[in-house]
């Protein structure tokens, strides 16, 4: 079946470090990615996503690149703030048939100042 | 624009109890809906996805259910609630092709 595998978290940086949340996949076939961010009491937001091998998602600072070769689609912002602590889920999922998303467990981030 | 509402944001109810959550789509006509639920310290889990009015598709079996009785609500329900219903109930809907948009969630706790 479909699996998704996050970094354990909690991650602490601070303010200005750079950040990678790894992700892997595994599935079958070629499934879209996703990376959600939650917000301390809050639902889900959809942060980026990629639909094919080698797009890079990006959004507000931050990017990853859909690596096939790897199932891999990393994380990364260059530098992070106080106000990017929140919960990040890495999922995937296919078009039709319901498009059910698979979620990673999440990683959760803490930024200090 | 979409967007979606789901009620209410935090409940209470003892052991043995009904429950009845209830989320709105508007914006989008014919849409896909997801319940999901996310367990302390867990990812989030799909309990059921529908694709239509009346269709529902269990992903797990468990102590809930889920009915849509119009094309943009979508409602999770219990006739008796276990200790381990206890989580952050997510609503979420999409287009089938694409990404799944969220609900603000409901934190239940079952007491």
């Known amino acids: 079946g479909n699996s998704v595998t996050q970094m354990e978290g909690p991650v602490t940086l601070s303010e200005e470090a750079f950040l990678t949340i790894n992700c892997t996949y595994t599935?079958?076939?070629?499934?879209?990615l996703f990376w959600y961010v939650q917000y301390p009491g809050e639902g889900l937001q959809l942060l980026l996503k990629?639909?094919?091998?080698?797009d890079k998602g990006s959004n507000k600072g931050f990017e990853a690149t859909y690596r096939k070769e790897t199932t891999s689609f990393h994380l990364e912002k260059g530098s992070v703030q106080v106000s990017d602590s929140a919960v990040y889920f890495c999922?995937?999922?296919?078009?039709?048939?319901?498009?059910?998303?698979?979620f990673g467990t999440g990683t959760q981030l803490k930024v200090e100042l | 624009s979409q967007t979606i509402h789901q009620w209410p944001a935090t409940l209470v109810q003892p052991v043995g109890s009904p429950l009845s959550l209830e989320c709105t789509v508007e914006?989008?006509?014919?849409?896909?809906l997801y319940w999901y639920r996310q367990a302390a310290g867990r990812g989030l889990q799909l309990l059921f996805y529908?694709?239509?009015?009346?269709?529902i598709s269990s992903e797990v079996p468990q102590n809930l259910s889920a009915s849509r009785p119009q094309d943009r609500q979508f409602i999770l329900s219990s006739k008796k609630l276990l200790l381990s219903d206890s989580g952050f109930y997510l609503c979420?809907?999409?287009?089938?092709?694409?990404?799944?948009?969220f609900g603000q969630g409901t934190r239940l706790t079952v007491v």
């Open positions: 999922a995937l999922g296919f078009p039709g048939g319901g498009n059910k998303l698979t």
């Open positions: 979420a809907w999409g287009t089938g092709i694409s990404e799944a948009f």
């Open positions: 529908s694709v239509g009015i009346g269709q």
């Open positions: 599935a079958t076939g070629y499934p879209s």
């Open positions: 914006g989008t006509s014919n849409p896909n």
């Open positions: 990629a639909t094919k091998a080698d």
